[in-house]
Nanobody
Framework: QVQLVESGGGLVQAGGSLRLSCAAS????????MAWYRQAPGKQRELVAA???????NYADSVKGRFTISRDNAKNTVYLQMNSLKPEDTAVYYC??????????WGRGTQVTVSS
């Protein structure tokens, strides 16, 4: 089992910044991809950004140029730096870990609210 603990969410005005963190613990060997997803009320959960163990990244078109994903493999932590936030970025943000063998783990989520 992998335990994921997210932090860094909150309330921010449009144009502001937040940095999310997600620390993984437990059975952390063979982690391949670490990612952030989000789910807004009434909408499906969507991928925001992902980073492989080799450093390859993937971003949703809606956040390209504003969000940056990074990871510290020594600390088993993934970060999401969110700049130029918009009200439409308001959602619960979930940390996700994909291990070799396609085993997924999810955090409990952290609320991000962007006011206009």
């Amino acid at each position: 089992q992998v335990q994921l603990v997210e932090s860094g969410g909150g309330l921010v005005q449009a144009g502001g910044s937040l940095r999310l963190s997600c620390a993984a613990s437990g059975s952390i060997f063979s982690i391949n991809v670490m990612a952030w997803y989000r789910q807004a009320p009434g909408k499906q959960r969507e991928l925001v950004a992902a980073m492989s163990s080799s450093g390859l990244t993937n971003y949703a078109d809606s956040v390209k140029g504003r969000f940056t994903i990074s990871r510290d493999n020594a600390k088993n932590t993934v970060y999401l730096q969110m700049n130029s936030l918009k009200p439409e970025d308001t959602a619960v943000y979930y940390c996700n870990v994909l291990k070799v063998g396609a085993v997924n783990y999810w955090g409990r989520g952290t609320q991000v609210t962007v006011s206009s």
